[in-house]
């Protein structure tokens, strides 16, 4: 956010996955929120995702999804990772209406998928190949979206659901 072309607000996050069929196997976030610090750490072992993070440290089972919202697989998985602190997410999915969503390339059909539960109220999108086209969600007052600029079909089975 900006006033008067002065930053008043800044968030940055910079995320690294390492995947195997479907499986979070590596994770390594750092989030500057406004000047608060945050990070998130994961590497799978025997006894499951061993996190360290500024919210959360400790060993989940599973096969969690993360919040950087990849792949629509990460719908029917009931946990997520948050890449901003590492905290374990206990997620709801509601919907799956399909709308027009306004992309850099132009308009394109999109799935609308609701999250709720443990993250905030968030809407997230998809095109028919699965892809994340973006996402929305309400903060301090006003709707925040944030899009793609280059959607890539070949990456979707990167995160294909593993059992």
Avoid: C
Avoid at 1 to 14: D, E, F, K
Avoid at 47 to 60: C, D, E, M, P, R
Avoid at 75 to 100: A, C, F
Avoid at 142 to 162: F, K, N, Q, Y
């Amino acid at each position: 956010m900006r006033i008067v072309g002065v930053p008043v607000y800044r968030y940055a996050l910079s995320s690294s996955e390492v995947w195997d069929g479907g499986r979070l196997m590596e994770l390594d976030a750092a989030t500057d929120d406004n000047g608060s610090h945050k990070s998130a750490a994961a590497t799978r072992g025997p006894n499951g995702l061993s996190i360290k993070g500024s919210a959360y440290s400790g060993v989940i089972g599973g096969n969690p999804g993360t919040t950087t919202y990849w792949s629509p697989a990460f719908l029917k998985r009931p946990v997520w990772i948050s890449t901003q602190d590492g905290q374990p997410l206990s997620v709801t999915v509601r919907s799956g209406r399909i709308e027009r969503f306004s992309a850099p390339s132009g308009a394109v059909e999109a799935t609308r998928w609701q999250i709720g539960g443990g993250l905030a109220d968030l809407d997230l999108f998809y095109d028919r190949s699965g892809e994340w086209l973006g996402s929305e969600f309400q903060a301090r007052g006003e709707t925040v979206r944030m899009v793609t600029l280059d959607v890539d079909a070949s990456l979707s089975p990167l995160w294909i659901d593993a059992a």
